[in-house]
Nanobody
Framework: QVQVVESGGGLVQPGGSLRLSCTAS????????MGWYRQPPGKQRDLVAL???????TYADPVKGRSSISRDNAKNTVVLQMNSLGPEDTAVYYC?????????WGQGTQVSVSS
């Protein structure tokens, strides 16, 4: 079993920043990818950022240049830092962990961008 637990999120003012953290635990020998997806109200879940075991990173176009994803392999954690937030960033953010080719999701954390 793999457990994925997120922290962070909440209400953020426009132009502000967010920091989301995620930790994987359990049978996690062989984590391939760790990252974040988000699902805005009424829309599908889409990639935000992903990092591979070797440190490679991928960012979705809407967040490129204002986001940073980092990973600590020893602690099995991944952190997403996102700046210059706008209302379009309002969504439930989900942590994703791929262990030996199988994907696991966190429960999701709400991020609302509003004044």
């Amino acid at each position: 079993q793999v457990q994925v637990v997120e922290s962070g999120g909440g209400l953020v003012q426009p132009g502000g920043s967010l920091r989301l953290s995620c930790t994987a635990s359990g049978s996690i020998s062989g984590i391939y990818f760790m990252g974040w997806y988000r699902q805005p109200p009424g829309k599908q879940r889409d990639l935000v950022a992903l990092t591979g075991s070797s440190g490679t990173t991928t960012y979705a176009d809407p967040v490129k240049g204002r986001s940073s994803i980092s990973r600590d392999n020893a602690k099995n954690t991944v952190v997403l830092q996102m700046n210059s937030l706008g209302p379009e960033d309002t969504a439930v953010y989900y942590c994703y962990v791929n262990v030996l080719g199988k994907g696991y999701w966190g429960q999701g954390t709400q991020v609302s961008v509003s004044s």
